[in-house]
């Protein structure tokens, strides 16, 4: 068996036991707050013995450390249970929503880490023009801004004074998408997609543009850039190949531990655009002490977060030889 | 032939406490296939003179003033274009910091490919062929051409540097501090090859180091820098055997000589002055162990002393008594008290 795969079966090993301990930790904090946890679920005006059967189908019955056996053995068929407050599978009302938060993710993190990065660039290639002051002010000032207030401001603009692209949701009113794929062909989506993207986007571009820009500058204090130059290998080339090659490799780690955060974070924009996504089921989940439903979007999260992590690893691997995790080429 | 001909050369950094003025007023002449050494200690200016031989320096430094004649061309008045054609086709350089002079993301076989792409019509295949020759040239096995920098080890990649400093076959390499991160033994094998190679495929070198007994081994000519400007120069043998100014006297002093195991290393007291505003007069003076009143009000200007032996210092009368002084201990010791 090559190192390869050594590592990959190691790093996968990790990944489930940080999984297993999020997953447990996770059960406890749920099953220790104070009430009933069906306290949501339960009628006042049930009788006594209705409780006492709603108990028994949700298993509450039985001893803490029996809960927690069949939890992590449901865990590990895929089951999360059943939400309280829409009275379905857990996996059915996450999986409802949870493309609209990949596509309003991947949008706004692609348009800002491809931004971030040439911005990065320019701005370490302008250092101390001009230019570079402005551009650093304007990054801290999108960075700064609170996102309900730039999707404010957005909406003001581009939806109610102009109203070239709709305030919220979706789909327009009254209209369904037959399915995913329809949704994704469907011009009116990208039309929705638009603002609450652009706001996302606004707000992550800082990280990755900061970041690109510090790098590279000292990235270009190298010798290596230096003997690029003296070898006569022209500025471009040397920006691109010697200095910005070098410089966004921590960006990717930050961009994959981006997307973990992305997932769940999206409250605030999501309840600006009404955008039916994880952030604000995930509301709605605590609101409601729905807390299978709570369990189970924060176990995706918190997945998502652990997997993202292991593939930051697995690109650094790739794109910086010195980490390449066989010891040969 | 004058292949490289270097007049009054200055190279200033403009500080925010005022100009360094790092290289002030160099000359020098390097004939075609000829060797020359280039000695000082740390901060003299070497390696700001090399890079404003070949013209990439940092944004706060600027040539106010100088001529680099090379092949008949002065290069500062070449423009970036013209300068790139230049660089590693006519010059390269074997950098201080070899151990991080290769981009270590890619392979040092794409960084050969690199610059003979950039500047040969040589096809891949050729090219190849060529980075394959020279590293079996400096003592290298063909198939690490394939690795990554950093699985070399320090020697490896001082000898990787090498090849590709000579990749496109240049006329001059400059060489600065060639050896210095390297133990005694792969210096001596290096600096040998070195040797073997400059001789062998007729090219012309400047070694920049702090290291008298490199030289030695190296170079035929000599020219020694203290603060800016140079002291001392001429024929290798002849500035070491017979040094006529009292820097170099101390420098020999300085290094160890397996052929005299006896030999006490003395050092020179004091360090050299700031360049910002450097001190009337010669600027050796207040280190220097023969220096009088004249020496801190008149700056020396560098003569010749006889056929192809320059220095710029005032005592060129009772030298031997000088020599024989500057091997004494306490002759260096009572300039700081």
Redesign the interface.
């Known amino acids: 068996m090559n190192l390869r795969w050594k590592y990959l079966i190691k790093r996968t090993g990790q990944m489930l036991l940080t999984l297993w301990i999020i997953a447990t930790i996770l059960f406890f904090i749920f099953r220790l707050m104070p009430g009933n946890p069906l306290v949501a679920y339960i009628d006042p005006t049930f009788t006594e013995e209705q409780q006492e059967i709603l108990m028994k189908q949700f298993g509450l019955d039985k001893s803490l450390w029996m809960q927690y056996i069949i939890y992590i053995k449901n865990l590990f068929q895929g089951e999360l249970g059943q939400s309280f407050f829409f009275k379905d599978s857990v996996i059915n009302v996450i999986s409802k929503v949870l493309p609209n938060t990949i596509y309003l993710m991947l949008t706004a993190l692609i348009i800002a880490y491809t931004a971030g990065i040439v911005g990065g660039i320019f701005l370490a290639w302008k250092r ?1 023009e001009m230019i570079e002051s402005v551009g650093i002010v304007f990054t801290l000032f999108t960075r700064a801004a609170p996102q309900f207030w730039v999707g404010m401001i957005l909406l003001a603009i581009f939806s109610f004074q102009f109203d070239i692209f709709p305030s919220g949701g979706v789909s327009q009113a009254g209209t369904v998408y037959s399915s995913e794929l329809d949704k994704l062909l469907s011009f009116q989506f990208y039309r929705h997609l638009f603002l609450p993207a652009l706001t996302l986007s606004i707000y992550l571009l800082g990280l990755p543009l900061l970041l690109m820009r510090s790098n590279m500058l000292d990235v270009m204090d ?3 850039v ?10 471009i080339r040397v920006l691109v ?2 200095a910005a ?2 410089a966004f490799l921590p960006v990717i780690t930050a961009m994959a531990v981006g997307i973990g955060y992305a997932m769940g974070g999206n409250v605030v924009i999501e309840t600006v655009f009404s955008w039916p996504g994880l952030g604000r089921l995930l509301v709605k989940a605590v609101s409601t002490s729905d807390y299978p439903l709570a369990q189970g979007a924060f176990i995706l999260i918190a997945g998502v977060m652990v997997f993202m992590n292991f593939v930051a690893d697995i690109l650094y691997s790739l ?4 980490v390449n995790i066989d010891s ?2 | 032939m004058s292949l490289l001909k270097v007049e009054d050369l200055k190279v200033y950094y403009e500080t925010t406490r005022g100009t360094n003025k790092a290289v002030d007023g160099i000359s020098f002449n390097l004939e075609e296939s000829q060797s020359l050494g280039l000695v000082g200690e740390s901060g003299c200016g070497k390696s700001t003179t090399v890079k404003g031989l070949v013209r990439v320096m940092s944004k706060n430094a600027f040539i106010p003033d100088g001529k680099v004649m090379f092949k008949d061309r002065n290069l500062l008045d070449l423009n970036e274009k013209e300068m790139n054609k230049i660089r590693w086709s006519d010059i390269s350089l074997v950098p201080q910091a070899a151990m991080d002079s290769l981009n270590p993301v890619y392979t040092v076989k794409n960084q050969f490919l690199e610059v003979m792409k950039l500047k040969g019509e040589m096809s891949k295949k050729a090219s190849l062929n060529r980075a394959k020759t020279l590293f079996k040239k400096v003592g290298l096995n063909e198939e690490l051409l394939g690795y990554y920098p950093h699985q070399f080890s320090g020697g490896m990649k001082q000898r990787a540097v090498i090849a590709l400093a000579l990749a496109l076959n240049p006329n001059l390499i400059i060489t600065d501090e060639p050896v210095t991160a390297l133990d005694v033994i792969v210096q001596h094998q290096i600096l040998k090859e070195l040797k073997g190679l400059r001789e062998e495929l007729n090219i012309s070198l400047i070694m920049i180091t702090h290291d008298i007994s490199v030289v030695a081994q190296t170079c035929d000519q000599i020219a020694i820098m203290y603060a800016g400007k140079i002291v001392e120069k001429g024929p290798a043998n002849e500035v070491l055997k017979k040094p006529l100014h009292p820097y170099t006297m101390g420098l020999e002093n300085s290094f160890p000589d397996i052929t005299k195991p006896n030999k006490k290393l003395i050092s020179i007291e004091g360090s050299p002055p700031e360049l910002i505003s450097p001190p009337a007069g010669c600027r050796f003076a207040v280190r220097c162990p023969f220096s009088e009143d004249i020496c801190f009000k008149k700056e020396p200007e560098l003569i010749k002393i006889n056929e192809k032996h320059y220095s710029a210092c005032i005592h060129q009368k009772n030298l031997e008594e000088l020599r024989a002084k500057s091997r004494e201990v306490e002759t260096w010791q009572k300039v700081v008290s």
């Open positions: 101390g190298e010798s290596y230096e003997m690029a130059k003296i070898r006569g290998v022209s500025k190949k010697y090659r070098n794109l910086d030889p010195r040969k080429r």
